[in-house]
């Protein structure tokens, strides 16, 4: 009994290892050759701890492709970095922040590109895939991803069963370790600039309903606040940047004066400063969008330098008084 006991531990613990030996090489290979538009890329650079700037850049998409950090970096002659995430809201843009201050110096400054989606939370885990190299015993990620629908419990605590079902993706990623020539490098600092025109997705919204009304998240609105004070309590400075929106989107939208009353309170409670450029003469102008939400690369190179002249203009990074002196 004791003999068959101690085969069946040896058996178990040699499958245990064989499979955290595999989930190492695909999750390695995941990281090095990986498919995502460009977030693996983000979380690579955060891992390895490859980021040491003055700003940082959250936000959704409207982040990483409307702020270009090359344009403030040359502008102001700081260092800067895109962390924008596709298609989330703020409550895994925080996740992001989380484990960059945890792999990574402080950065002095973040802007934080806001919009109506901002304290909106939704259900599913989109892009889940961009977690799958790293999730495996995470707490951060964990902590902040199991609230979606997405991931299970076996597939943030046991190796490799979190990839079952996605043998093509595994297989077409060994192919592009085999290719060295492929460039996949798809965000420059975080950031990319889109050469696309404008589309008809606000058209196609408008047929199904006449307003689109946010559904404010309180857990994301708490955190959202959590956020602020953990920033000045590490003298951190932030920004709240709303960046152009074409104005038939915002007038889509039933409650953004709601939206931006909320981000005005934050702004007066934490003594913010608050760079709103709804309004601007961009948003008001199709050909530098791609869609109402969206600018493209024109619209993104004349908005940074906008935002980098009056950030340059009224001194508001923190740190910068003492470069131009």
């Known amino acids: 009994m004791k003999k068959y006991i101690f085969n069946t531990s040896l058996f178990a613990l040699q499958i245990l290892f064989l499979m955290f030996v595999t989930d190492y090489f695909i999750s390695y290979n995941l990281k090095k050759n990986h498919q995502s538009p460009g977030e693996i890329e983000v979380w690579n650079d955060i891992y390895d701890e490859?980021?040491?700037?003055?700003?940082?850049?959250?936000?959704s998409s409207?982040?990483?492709?409307?702020i270009d950090p090359s344009v403030l970096e040359d502008s102001l002659h700081l260092k800067a970095y895109n962390f924008g995430i596709d298609g989330h809201n703020f409550w895994l843009q925080y996740l992001r922040h989380k484990e960059y201050i945890k792999h990574n110096n402080l950065p002095k400054t973040i802007l934080l590109s806001l919009d109506v989606f901002s304290l909106q939370k939704r259900e599913n885990l989109y892009g889940l895939d961009q977690f799958l190299p790293y999730m495996l015993w995470n707490k951060n990620i964990i902590k902040y991803t199991s609230s979606y629908n997405g991931f299970t419990f076996k597939d943030y605590?046991?190796?490799?069963?979190?990839y079952h079902g996605e043998i093509r993706k595994i297989q077409k990623t060994i192919s592009l370790e085999q290719n060295e020539d492929i460039d996949i490098t798809y965000r420059q600092n975080g950031f990319r600039g889109m050469e696309k025109e404008w589309?008809?997705?606000?058209?196609?919204?408008?047929?199904?309903?006449?307003?689109?009304?946010?559904?404010?998240?309180?857990?994301s609105i708490n955190l959202f606040n959590q956020f602020l004070t953990e920033c000045k309590e590490n003298n951190i400075e932030v920004i709240l940047v709303y960046t152009p929106e074409f104005i038939d989107g915002q007038k889509f939208v039933e409650n953004r004066d709601e939206i931006i009353e909320i981000y005005k309170d934050f702004t007066i409670k934490h003594k913010l400063l608050f760079l709103d450029y709804s309004n601007h003469e961009?948003?008001?102008?199709?050909?530098?969008?791609?869609?109402?939400?969206?600018?493209?690369?024109?619209?993104?190179?004349?908005?940074t330098k906008e935002l980098s002249f009056e950030i340059k203009t009224k001194e508001h990074i923190n740190g910068y008084k003492k470069i131009i002196n």
């Open 199 to 219: 589309n008809n997705d606000l058209s196609k919204a408008k047929l199904k309903m006449s307003q689109y009304k946010i559904d404010l998240d309180s857990t």
């Open 62 to 66: 409207r982040a990483w492709v409307h």
């Open 50 to 59: 490859n980021i040491d700037v003055d700003i940082a850049i959250y936000g």
């Open 157 to 162: 605590y046991l190796p490799l069963l979190r």
């Open 282 to 303: 961009l948003s008001y102008k199709k050909e530098y969008f791609y869609n109402s939400l969206h600018l493209n690369k024109k619209g993104a190179d004349i908005f």
